[in-house]
């Protein structure tokens, strides 16, 4: 898989989780810091987004379907840490045409996700 430019500077994996799922994997990183102590949120923002389009991208197959992001929606529920951080993806609907995806992010438990965002994407097949 090639990497954009922006989640080269983030320094994301992507792998795959026991059930075959896409998984992003942030390292923590002094750059990644926001206030003293917690990852910036738009580093969060944009683990976020790259898990969601992560998991449309596996949704989509061998479709070579053009995503174009409508909306990003993101829901901060408590400050990540200076630790590697993970996230994924859920596609909530795959249309002819849009495409719903939910994406989270954690630390240290999955169920208690740091962060989670609502994207919308534009398909052009």
Do not use: C
């Not at 002094?30 to 917690?38: A, E, N």
């Not at 969601?52 to 992001?69: E, F, S």
């Not at 901060?76 to 495409?99: K, S």
């Amino acid at each position: 898989m090639t990497l954009s430019p922006y989640a080269e500077l983030l320094g994301l994996t992507f792998d795959t989780d026991d059930r075959g799922h896409p998984i992003v994997t942030m390292p923590f990183a002094g750059d990644l810091l926001g206030r003293p102590g917690f990852l910036h949120g738009g580093a969060i923002g944009g683990m976020l987004e790259m898990a969601a389009w992560a998991a449309l991208r596996a949704a989509l197959g061998d479709d070579h379907a053009t995503i174009k992001p409508i909306n990003v929606t993101i829901d901060y529920m408590r400050g990540g840490r200076e630790r590697t951080t993970f996230a994924g993806g859920t596609v909530t609907r795959l249309g002819a045409r849009i495409a719903n995806v939910t994406a989270t992010a954690w630390q240290d438990d999955r169920d208690r996700p740091i962060a989670a965002a609502h994207l919308n994407y534009l398909l052009k097949r």
